[in-house]
């Protein structure tokens, strides 16, 4: 039930990038959650197709991973990585490290994605002035992406949300997503394969010898699940082994089972320098992120002399006991009940009912790899028509799924789906009817507009 005070202290937080006044309206206020459902402080019960926000892909509150935390409560929630580190965290680099790609086992754990960013675009910097290469600073990275809210992750981002905190960090440069060239050529292959070589264009336009890093997601989710080739990656891992920039995998969406893999790196082929995870590490247990460094680089970081090589790079949370033994359980269940491969499998059947929907004549194409899916929505699918912006689909899709009870990622054009891995077949038919009845109910909602 609403509370008195709530309205008010509604009114004194902030809703992630929404109208309070608006959120005032008809606010969502969760109160409980289980498995695949939320229930809200009116009994209602939600479907989470979206596992939080790519969060819960065990689902909420798996009994594995709340026993685990329970069992590090009785020991030690806290130790300051100023003085040391801790058994429970010598035992998630390890475990980590064990699952990563090719040899990114030089590995610390944060207090979530973005602060997993920054510590990766600060360690770049430093290996590089470490090595010989002062002026490699430079990063270059994906117009529409979205890398994190702090400073660094938000300048290496690209979404235009970060228009109200101009000016950006210096020393972020971008290139064009396929998302925003696809209409030019005649394939999505055609066009990841130019956005891939504009990379080369770039790197010598800017001057090879200033460029440290490129950082990509493998699927970009801000974008509308950006779903590049398996050629685009290789072509990208070849031209920055070609210029000796460090390739950085932001897998803080895509990590920890969704795609089909444990990475990402792994579902396209490639396997970059460094990657940087969060979300899904967590379980939606306790905050967590993480980067893994290849071996060679972490290297660097390591010295017997007194030439004071550590990284200088620290937060009072990172290797936080607590996360740290959650994270060793999400990878463990992961493993044990071999959930990638069932995401494969889930995504067989999810991707077959959207791509159902295309009866309604307003779906442009569906995308993604494994759980992690999304749909466009155009106005005439036969000409690729939007909607107009003052009456979106999108805002009348998140209407119908919030009174049918489904909570999904919805953009005014797309929509996204990464249900949670433990879900039954029952629940994935529930999921997608539900999906189909707001998706139906939107249109309805949209044409009586019109
Ligand atoms: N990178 C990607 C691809 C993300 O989707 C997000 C969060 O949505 C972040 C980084 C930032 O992570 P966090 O919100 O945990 O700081």
């Not at 790609?101 to 030089?106: D, E, K, R, T, W």
């Not at 990284?311 to 959650?326: K, R």
Request: hydrophobic content about 40%; overall charge negative; charged content about 25%.
């Amino acid at each position: 039930m609403m509370k008195p005070y709530y309205e008010k202290t509604i009114k004194h937080t902030f809703i992630d990038f929404m109208q309070t006044s608006k959120f005032l309206e008809n606010p969502l206020i969760f109160n409980r959650a289980e498995g695949v459902y939320f229930w809200d402080i009116h009994g209602k019960r939600y479907f989470d197709g979206i596992g939080g926000i790519f969060v819960a892909s065990l689902g909420h509150r798996h009994p594995r991973i709340m026993e685990a935390m329970r069992k590090q409560m009785e020991l030690l929630t806290f130790a300051a990585p100023l003085h040391g580190t801790t058994d429970i965290t010598l035992e998630f680099v390890k475990r980590l490290g064990e699952v990563s790609p090719g040899n990114l086992n030089y590995i610390k754990s944060f207090s979530g994605g973005s602060e997993s960013i920054e510590a990766a675009l600060k360690l770049v910097r430093q290996y590089f002035k470490q090595t010989g290469h002062n002026d490699k600073m430079k990063c270059i990275s994906n117009y529409l992406s979205y890398h994190g809210a702090t400073f660094a992750a938000m300048s290496a981002g690209g979404s235009p949300r970060k228009d109200k905190f101009e000016p950006q960090m210096p020393g972020f440069v971008k290139l064009y997503s396929p998302k925003q060239l696809r209409d030019s050529f005649p394939s999505w292959e055609e066009t990841c394969r130019f956005c891939a070589n504009l990379l080369e264009k770039t790197i010598l336009s800017e001057n090879p010898d200033t460029i440290g890093a490129v950082i990509v997601e493998p699927i970009c989710n801000t974008a509308g699940i950006i779903t590049p080739t398996v050629e685009y990656f290789r072509i990208i891992r070849e031209i920055c082994d070609k210029y000796n920039v460090l390739l950085i995998f932001d897998e803080v969406l895509t990590g920890f089972g969704k795609t089909g893999d444990m990475f990402a790196a792994q579902t396209f082929g490639v396997t970059p320098d460094i990657i940087c995870s969060g979300k899904g590490l967590s379980a939606g247990v306790i905050p967590i992120g993480s980067f893994m460094v290849r071996e060679d680089i972490g290297d660097v970081f390591y010295s017997t002399d007194k030439n004071n090589v550590n990284f200088a790079h620290g937060h009072t949370f990172s290797g936080f006991p607590l996360a740290d033994a959650v994270g060793i359980e999400v990878i463990n269940v992961l493993e044990e009940e071999r959930l990638p491969q069932r995401a494969r499998q889930m995504g067989t059947y999810l991707k077959a009912r959207l791509e159902e929907l295309s009866k309604y004549g307003i779906i442009r194409e569906v995308r993604g790899k494994g759980v992690l899916l999304g749909v466009e929505i155009v106005e005439d699918s036969v000409t690729n028509k939007p909607f107009p912006e003052d009456n979106n689909f999108g805002d009348a899709l998140k209407k119908t799924s919030i009174k049918n009870g489904v909570i999904l990622r919805i953009d005014p054009d797309w929509f996204a789906i990464a249900p949670p891995l433990i879900s039954t077949d029952a629940q994935l038919e529930e999921l997608c009817d539900l999906i189909e009845k707001s998706v139906k109910e939107a249109l309805d909602l949209v044409t009586a507009k019109h």
